[in-house]
Every structure is written in C-alpha cells, then in structure tokens.
C-alpha cells in the first residue's frame, strides 16, 4: 500500500463501508493517519465492539480484493488483524491522537504534521485547520476535542498549540527560546562545549525515542 493512490483506495474502503453499514450510534472515527504498509485509526466504540470489528473485515476485504486484482496477485493484502489499543482516559486519548499525528513526521517524511501533501492522509490540518476531505464527513470530532474551546476556530487554535508543544517537547522543532550562536575561545574550549551540546541533543533524542517506544498498531 506504499503508493499515494493505494493509500486513497484504503481510506474509500472504510468510507464506503462505514456510510453504508455503519452509524455513529454503533461506534465513531475520530481520525486517522496513513503510512506507507500501514494506518492508524482513531475511535470510540460503545459496549459492542462487532460492529467496529464487522467494518474493518468488510472494508479489509474489499481493498484486499480490488488490490489483487489491480496487481495480478492472489492472497492476504493484510497479514495480520487489526490491533486495538484502548484508552479510557481524556489525556490517553489526546496523546495517542497527538502520536498518530506526527507518524509522518517522526518517519522523516514531513517536517509537520499539517503539511498540505498530508492532507487527505490524515485528519491533522481537518482538527488544526477546519479543512475537510472526502473522507471526515464519516469522522466525528472527538469529545475531548470539543472541550478546547467554544468555537471552532477556538479549537483549530487549541489544537495547533498542542502540535506544536508536542513537537517542542519530542524534539522535532527547535525551542525559539533557545539561543543560537557560537561558542568564542580557544580551539580545545570550543570544541569540548560542542561535543558537550551534541551529546546532550542525542541524549535526549535517546529518551525520547524510548519514551514513545515502537511504533504502535493502528489505533480504534
């Protein structure tokens, strides 16, 4: 599913299915992102959790089809069942939203998470930006998201500053606050505070690469 078109296909498969068989009252889509060989999910269900995993095999199975097909090939597109990673509380959720978000970004693909080529492979710039595709008319705005302000712009604003203190704090944007320049004395002095700084910038890429752990399946 590495291509850009492929990709559309998946996201037209889970529409498709969730428009004709699904309703908001079974359970929601809150967001997704998509990644070269997989994608992340983001939802709630309600007590039932069928109806969810009823709509993934319909949708799986529909693009797994239309894939071989397209690629005159026989067998399983994916390998492996979806995995769930629950989360009850409002601060989970916002993280792993935040995590799903910047996939791109931490994959070296995107400096942001809102980058325009991301547009229609994630709900970033949709939750930042207010700005639709064809695929959030089946995505419901999360709860926790519309406790951010009593607008959308209010929220779209919120939601930008959590990005960019997420960035900040992952060290994928550098802290305006820090100041830049060069160290000034002697040969030896200098080049001991740079290897200073260097180490200290990948001790702390260090951590948090082992903070966020590997990459999570997608999300429901």
């Known amino acids: 599913m590495s291509s850009h078109a492929e990709k559309l296909r998946y996201l ?3 529409r498709d299915d969730y428009l004709k068989n699904c309703s908001p009252e079974q359970f929601e889509l809150h967001g997704y992102t998509m990644m070269s060989n997989h994608g992340h999910i983001n939802g709630s269900v309600k007590e039932d959790h069928v109806p969810l995993s009823d709509h993934m095999r319909r949708a799986h199975s529909r693009f797994g089809l239309q894939y071989n097909k397209r690629h005159g090939r026989i067998g399983k597109v994916a390998h492996d069942r979806p995995k769930i990673k629950a989360s009850r509380q409002d601060a989970d959720a916002i993280r792993i939203m935040l995590y799903d978000h910047f ?12 980058d325009m080529r991301w547009k229609q492979l994630s709900t970033a710039r949709w939750m930042a ?4 595709n064809e695929f959030t008319c089946v995505f419901t705005l999360p709860p926790w998201y519309k406790k951010l302000g009593s607008t959308a712009k209010k929220r779209q604003h919120a939601y930008r500053k959590m990005l960019d203190e997420w960035a900040l704090e992952k060290g994928y944007k550098r802290d305006p606050k820090l100041a830049r320049g060069n160290f000034v004395g002697g040969d030896l002095w200098v080049a001991a505070m740079r290897r200073k700084v260097r180490q200290w910038f990948k001790k ?13 399946p997608a999300e429901a």
Do not use: H, I
């Open 103 to 114: 996939n791109p970004v931490r994959a070296g693909l995107t400096k942001n998470p809102t």
């Open 204 to 216: 702390q890429k260090e951590q948090s690469s082992s903070e966020a752990g590997p990459d999570p």
């Open 129 to 132: 930006y207010g700005e639709e």
């Open 12 to 14: 037209r498969a889970l």
